[in-house]
């Protein structure tokens, strides 16, 4: 996990650094929409080893990376197809998963919270930045302008658009949780068999 921490700690600012060169100094080259906010911020959670923050990120980092590499049109229509900056993204994207996905198993956070209080308030803390960020920079960060870009969403104005976009979000996040718990358990219960398995082995070594 401290390796692709560090990995898309080096794209961020290898991204920032390659935007800044040809286009010059602006804060829209951070960039302060979901995942990149995410990849701002991960990184430094996952290195410094304090579990308890984990759950504020993991699964709205899993959210965002997943659903770039299910859907990466995006990412390839900003840069017309295969470009350095294009596949800095999709491996930012791709780390952001396997972090998550370690930070879910290392910790086994999810097994103990009860509600998904913690990833709502990590999704509002970085809203208030893409809020703030889309008015200072009049860029629409995180639909916080306006939605669209998004069919379902495109016929609201801010922020009534949220009304409809917010419990598919916490669908989402549930939705997650709860899979992170599944494959959490089959895996303890796989390695219960094995361990189970290799005791009686051990016994019957002995007998013998």
């Known amino acids: 996990m401290k390796k692709s921490s560090i990995l898309m700690i080096v794209l961020e600012i290898f991204r920032i650094g390659w935007l800044t060169f040809y286009n010059g100094f602006s804060l829209k080259n951070i960039r302060f929409d979901w995942c990149n906010q995410i990849s701002l911020t991960l990184p430094f959670i996952a290195l410094s080893g304090k579990k308890k923050m ?25 840069y017309a197809g295969i470009h350095i900056m294009s596949v800095q993204s999709m491996v930012s994207h791709t780390l952001m998963v396997i972090i998550a996905i370690t930070m879910s198993f290392v910790s086994n956070h999810w ?22 960020m889309s008015r200072v920079l009049n860029t629409n960060y995180l639909i916080m302008l306006n939605a669209n870009c998004i069919p379902l969403l495109r016929n609201f104005s801010f922020p009534w658009y949220w009304i409809v976009a917010l419990p598919w979000l916490v669908l989402f996040i549930n939705v997650v949780k709860l899979t992170f718990k599944e494959i959490r358990n089959r895996i303890h219960k796989k390695k219960s068999i094995v361990h189970e398995y290799m005791e009686t082995d051990e016994v019957i070594e002995s007998l013998i």
Do not use: N, R
């Not at 959210?63 to 900003?78: H, Q, T």
């Open 54 to 78: 984990y759950p504020y990120l993991d699964i709205l980092s899993f959210m965002g990376g997943a659903g770039v590499i299910l859907y990466p049109i995006w990412v390839f229509y900003d």
């Open 111 to 132: 097994e103990h919270e009860k509600d998904i209080k913690k990833p709502f308030a990590g999704f509002v803390a970085i809203a208030a930045v893409a809020f703030v």
